[in-house]
C-alpha cells in the first residue's frame, strides 16, 4: 500500500468522521485559535509524560534501594531485577515521546521567533551606557 492511498483512505475516514460529528469546518493551520488550542494540548501531554516519568524514576529509585538490602541469588533480588529491567524499559520508551515532543513546540517557536525578531534592533548586553558614564565621571574625580 503505498503513502497516497494510505493517506487518501485517511482523509475519507476523517471526512466520514467529522460527518458523525456534525463538524462543519475544520481550523485552519495558521490560525490563531488552533495555535492556542494546538500549544496548550501539547503542554498537557508533556506533563501527563513528566508526571509519567517521575513516577518511574521513583519507583525505579526504590527498587534499587530494595535490591541494595539482598543478595544477588536470593530470589526477590531476581523479582526486583526483573521489575527494575521493566521500569528502565518504560522509560526509555517514555524519553523519544517527550523529547519529540519538545522538539515539535521547538519547532514551532523557532519559526514564529525569527519571523518576529526581523524587526529587533541590536541590543547590548551588560552594563547601561548610563553606568559606564558615571564610572568615567567618578574615575576623572579620583584623579
Known sequence: MT???????????????ERQQGIQRKWAVVSSLYKEVLACLNLKQGCQLLKKLHHLAAERIFGLEMRKKYADGQAIAKKLNKELTKITASVKLLIPQLKALRTAQFGDL??????????????????????????EHTDNLDQ
Open 110 to 135: 523557532s519559526d514564529e521567533a525569527a519571523n518576529d525578531n526581523d524587526d529587533v534592533d541590536d541590543v547590548s548586553i551588560g552594563r547601561d551606557e548610563t553606568e559606564d558614564d558615571e564610572n
Open 3 to 17: 503513502s497516497l492511498t494510505f493517506l487518501s483512505k485517511l482523509e475519507k475516514l476523517q471526512a466520514s468522521i
